[in-house]
């Protein structure tokens, strides 16, 4: 079992920057591809950016591309999700996940293993 823990949330004016966090614990953390998704309030869960294993590729979604950033540091057991020129639909709650498939583009949250609890992103006016 992989426990997944998000900070780094909360309000920014649109045009800011935010940098989320996710520590894992357990030792093998570098088995699992990592990635980002978010969940505004009245829609579906939704993939923001993805990681491989050793941090070579990263993947996202088409309106965050160019402002987000994701990577990771596996000898701390964390993935980052650096997020600049906020919008204000970049509203939601932020969540990291872990999975251990291979050969995927990991972009479906039915790929994820572990979630985290979540963490609040609002991006004001």
């Known amino acids: 079992q992989v426990q997944l823990v998000e900070s780094g949330g909360g309000l920014v004016q649109a045009g800011g920057s935010l940098r989320l966090s996710c520590s894992a614990s357990g030792r093998t953390f570098s088995i699992y591809a990592m990635g980002w998704f978010r969940q505004a309030p009245g829609k579906e869960r939704e993939f923001v950016a993805a990681?491989?294993?050793?941090?070579?590729?990263?993947s996202y979604e088409d309106s965050v591309k160019g402002r987000f950033t994701i990577s990771r540091d596996n000898a701390k057991n964390a993935v980052y999700l650096q997020m600049n020129s906020l919008k204000p639909e970049d509203t939601a709650v932020y969540y990291c996940a872990a999975t251990s498939r291979y050969g995927t583009p990991w972009m479906a949250a039915l790929d994820y293993d572990y979630w985290g609890q979540g963490t609040q992103v609002t991006v004001s006016s």
């Open positions: 990681i491989s294993r050793g941090g070579v590729v990263a």
